[in-house]
């Protein structure tokens, strides 16, 4: 029987998925009035940072589209970056070349070391929602979330919160 991931897929189709995924979304985008700008987030999977024809398909499909690439980022997380992290450098250097922006998705809760943060490319650094759910209860989340953040800073990175669910959250963010 073939491997199956938890979440059903067997593991050599989160590529194709990733594909068909920003197919449609360049398809959607293409056809919006106010296209040219904002800011249009796609997850990839680890395994489509390993695959050497993701980026010819990637800048067919922009040209095709009429899509400016500078309106995508493409969010990884940082498990999947820190696993094959020469080949994701190279890769994130690829697409920002082409004018893609990345995000580091769900920074904080892997077991990696900053020092990875410094060497990825990416423009957003994305702080798992588990710190910021409870920062306002959890002093050690509070901590986290104002620590990542100012790290991020001197790294030259901005910041995306997850989890912000309400206005004193928001408030909270805001301050820090």
């Given at each position: ?17 990733d594909r ?71 890769f994130m ?62 790294a030259g ?20």
């Amino acid at each position: 029987a073939p491997l199956v991931l938890a979440n059903g897929l067997e593991p050599g189709l989160m590529p194709a998925l990733d594909r068909w995924v920003v197919q449609h979304a360049l398809d959607i985008i293409s056809r919006r009035k106010g296209a040219a700008s904002g800011t249009y987030s796609i997850n990839l999977s680890g395994l489509t940072l390993k695959d050497d024809t993701f980026l010819p398909f990637l800048r067919e499909t922009l040209r095709r589209s009429g899509v400016s690439a500078g309106v995508l980022c493409f969010e990884i997380t940082e498990t999947s970056a820190i696993e094959n992290l020469d080949e994701a450098i190279a890769f994130m250097n690829a697409m920002r070349a082409m004018g893609c922006r990345f995000a580091l998705d769900d920074f904080g809760v892997g077991m990696s070391s900053l020092t990875y943060l410094k060497r990825l490319p990416v423009d957003y650094v994305k702080i798992d929602g588990s710190f910021v759910r409870d920062m306002l209860t959890d002093k050690t989340d509070w901590m986290t979330v104002e620590m990542i953040n100012q790290i991020s800073h001197l790294a030259g990175r901005r910041t995306i919160a997850e989890f912000v669910e309400n206005t004193e959250t928001l408030t909270a963010l805001r301050t820090i």
